[in-house]
């Protein structure tokens, strides 16, 4: 007579296999569905947050854009005005610097508008981060040749915008320059001269 017994114990543990990966396969599914929900809900906080930040950087631009435009039109001329631009690029909030110059708009990155402009937009900036932050750090900014494209014929007007922007904002500028009409500028000044790999540091004003 045909022994079936192994037959039928091959069969059950097939029958026992079959039944644990179908269980296994209804808990993925379900994972997968809980997955799938949690990523379409970080898509719509990503959107929002995104919708929020844009709305954020409007309010700063604009706070932004008129101080550093002031500061420009104070060296350069009315001509001027400084500009931000944001967008959303990535799936992240962007903002982009721009210069217009009698009605013509180029990029900060633009070499057409020269370095000196720059150099006012950064330092501005640098500036204008620091006034808005909060907590504040200490009021002092510690500067290695921030202005150092500026024209020299324009340097006597920078010296005057950095004393109004300390005076307004009681801020400290220690600056690193080898212009002497900033220098001049200056509420005290140190020259610092070498010689034989040995510094003297006298001052100056």
């Known amino acids: 007579m045909l022994d079936l017994s192994k037959y039928e114990r091959f069969v059950a543990e097939r029958r026992a296999l079959i039944g644990l990966l179908e269980s296994k396969k209804t808990d993925l599914e379900s994972r997968l569905t809980r997955l799938q929900n949690v990523g379409r809900d970080l898509a719509e906080a990503l959107s929002v947050m995104n919708a929020v930040s844009i709305l954020c950087q409007d309010q700063f631009k604009s706070v932004v854009e008129g101080i550093v435009t002031d500061a420009v039109r104070f060296v350069y001329g009315d001509d001027y005005s400084f500009e931000m631009e944001s967008e959303i690029k ?69 010296g005057d915008m950095i004393q109004k922007l300390s005076r307004d904002l009681n801020l400290q500028f220690i600056m690193v320059t080898h212009e002497t009409q900033l220098a001049e500028a200056a509420d005290a000044s140190w020259l610092v001269s070498k010689s034989h790999n040995v510094s003297t540091v006298e001052r100056i004003i």
Do not use: C, M
């Open 90 to 158: 990535r799936n992240q909030p962007e903002i982009h610097f721009f210069v217009t110059i009698g009605g013509q708009r180029y990029s900060i990155r633009n070499d057409d508008i020269g370095g000196g402009v720059v150099d006012i937009i950064a330092f501005t900036l640098r500036v204008t981060f620091w006034a808005l932050q909060d907590p504040q750090t200490d009021n002092t900014l510690v500067l290695d040749e921030p202005l150092k494209n500026v024209d020299s014929d324009r340097l006597v007007l920078v």
